[in-house]
């Protein structure tokens, strides 16, 4: 479970100024710290991770700005990003990166327990995702059912996996 332990002031514009109040959650036995970020700091890791080939002018996604999004971060450094979309009791997951060298050491995991965490939270019935064939085998220790909906975009393969969660 994760507990609110109250609001902390970050400051996480490059500038230093612009502080802006945030809720923090913590999840217990968790060495990762999670909290939301603003969208423009999900954009490097995406990149890297997910979208090496493209520019990180090209991560900004229109919808950005309707997303609730989670940074995870170790000893200050942001290791993993994922992006939580609210359609009713319906939660979409998109863009989740754990950066590369970090990857299988329980950082995403961790951010999908307390992404599922804040999604009850909020009401939420059902949290999806459309899981790139390569994770599939990553959502369903985490308890996510494949749909059987596959498709393919951009030259890789896609199935919707989802986890209902009342
Ligand atoms: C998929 C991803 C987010 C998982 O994050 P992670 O921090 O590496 O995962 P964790 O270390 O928390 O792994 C949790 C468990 O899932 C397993 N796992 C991790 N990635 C897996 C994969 N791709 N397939 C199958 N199992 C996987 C781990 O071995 C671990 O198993 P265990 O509990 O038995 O030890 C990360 O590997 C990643 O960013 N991949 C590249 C981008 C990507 O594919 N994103 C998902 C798009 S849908």
Not at 52 to 79: C, R, T, W
Not at 92 to 104: E, I, L, P, S
Request: proline share 2%.
């Amino acid at each position: 479970m994760i507990s609110d332990v109250g609001f902390v002031i970050s400051n996480l514009n490059s500038a230093g100024s612009n502080n802006i109040i945030m809720p923090k959650f913590e999840i217990e036995n968790s060495k990762f710290d999670i909290e939301q970020i603003r969208p423009e700091l999900t954009w490097r890791l995406r990149q890297r991770v997910m979208y090496p080939q493209s520019k990180l002018y090209e991560m900004e996604m229109e919808e950005d700005n309707d997303g609730i999004h989670f940074g995870a971060f170790e000893d200050n450094a942001l290791v993993g990003v994922v992006s939580l979309f609210q359609q009713g009791k319906d939660f979409q997951f998109r863009k989740f990166a754990v950066d590369t060298g970090m990857q299988n050491k329980g950082i995403g995991n961790a951010l999908l327990k307390y992404m599922e965490d804040f999604a009850l939270n909020e009401g939420a019935e059902r949290i999806w995702c459309n899981a790139r064939v390569s994770a599939i085998g990553f959502y369903m220790k985490f308890g996510f059912f494949k749909t059987g909906k596959i498709f393919s975009k951009n030259g890789l393969d896609y199935e919707v996996m989802e986890k209902v969660i009342v």
